[in-house]
Each structure stands twice: as C-alpha cells, then as structure tokens.
C-alpha cells in the first residue's frame, strides 16, 4: 500500500510537470469564461453585423439556460476531446521508457499502477471541472441575474463528469493496449465517435453513455431525463470494465 500512495504522488508530479492539468484547464476554464460572453452578445453582435432590418434579438432571445448548454455542450466536446488527447499516452510513455519494469520490480502491481494513474487523473478533472462549472454559473449570473437551480446544476455536473471521467478510461485502456501514439490516438478517437453515433440512433441512442452529454444539459437547464438511470449505469460499467482490462492486459504484457 505504501508503493501504491508512493507511486500516486509521482503521478501528481508528472502531471504537473508534462502541464497535463494546465492543458486541460486552459481549455475548461475558456469555455467557462466564453460561452456566458457569447450567448449574452451573439445578439447585438449578428444585429451589428447584418443589421437592424433583419431582427436578429427577436430570434435570438438568449437567457442563462442558453448560456449553460454552450457552455456543457463545449466541455462536452472540446473537453472531452482534450480528456482523451492528454492522458492517451500516459501509461504507453511509461512502457516505453521501461518505468514499469522498475515499479514492478519495488513491489507496485498492475491493478495499483492502472489505479493510481486513474485516481490522480479523475480527480485532477474533478478540480477543474468544478472551478470550470463556478466560473461559467458566475459569469452567467452576472450577465442573465440568474443560475436557475443550485441542485440541477450540480445534479447536471455530475453526469457530464461521469461522461468524462468513462473519456478517461477510454483513453488509458486504449494507452495500455496500443503500441504507438499514433494508434491510441485513433483508437481513443474512434471509440469517441462511437460513443457520439451510439447516442443519436434512435431507441438504442436514449440507453447509451453517450447520451449523458445531452442529459447533462437537460438536467441542468430543468428539464427530465426519463433513461438517466441506464446511461449511468452504462457509462460506470463500461468505465470499470476498460480499467480492468487494461489490468488484466498490462499484467500480461509484464509477466
């Protein structure tokens, strides 16, 4: 247990160090910032573009509602995707420079590694999810005079951090199986479309993970999610399932 706390405070450094968690919250805390902008002035900004005679504030009434679905459906995205980028060559970079050997050698075991990269990971999204998710309700109560529902927004976040937290997963297992970034990178991508396309087929789509992207927003702008309980449950196995894997198969490639 010692060399499973060892090993997680050195994935906090190489975390820090390699900027992984400043990449991720330049990206998050953009969109935080952004989105509530845009949303506000997208009106006045059409209107000076194209002019008075078309009316574009009558069609493009805006409130915080609009602001918040910009703003997850980025995360959502662009997040996510960075999600999937930063961490898709974590654990290949440690086969490649043989660090595992090493670990395996001091006493720190498969499922401790996959572990322990994966808890560092997800919390480090959960910090910056959270601060991202207090600056865009700021900024949206500053420019709208309201956040709608403290619990719809924090029941909404917790689906979208679900949602990456299963990016995540994803993304180390596809680092564990892989032999090249190149191949996690579009190994990782495609199971990310995947997981987009899966959500748009109609019947099948209302029961996928994927479909938390479009609950989140629901549930954060006070709408129901009738299916919510399947698209967790979904997502969390499908999580456990690539972690254990991604245990399994890294215990093979070192015995």
Known sequence: MRNYFTF????????????????????????????????RYMPEIME?????????GFFMTTTWRESYA???GSIATFGGLTVILVFMGSILRERRNNTIDLLVTKGLNSAQFIMA????????????????????????????????????????????????????????FFSTVAKSTAIAAVLSLGAYFLLSILSAIPRI??????????ANI???TGFSVPHLPWNLAGAIA??????????????????
């Open 117 to 172: 990269k994966f808890t560092i990971a997800a919390i480090g999204i959960f910090v910056i999810f959270a601060v991202s998710v207090a600056i865009a309700a700021a900024y949206t109560y500053a420019l709208f005079e309201s956040i709608g529902y403290i619990s719809d927004l924090i029941a909404g976040s917790a689906v979208l951090l679900v949602y990456l937290l299963l990016l995540l997963a994803i993304a180390l």
């Open 48 to 56: 000076a573009l194209l002019g008075d005679d078309l009316n574009f």
């Open 238 to 255: 499908l999580s456990a399932l690539l972690i254990i894997f991604a245990i399994m198969i890294l215990d093979k490639q070192e015995s």
């Open 205 to 214: 789509g209302a029961y996928s993970p994927g479909n938390l992207v479009s």
């Open 218 to 220: 629901n549930i954060v």
């Open 70 to 72: 910009d703003f997850f």
């Open 8 to 39: 997680m405070q050195k994935e906090i450094t190489e975390n820090l160090r390699t900027k992984r968690f400043f990449a991720l919250a330049c990206v998050f805390f953009l969109f935080a910032m952004l989105s509530p902008l845009m949303i």
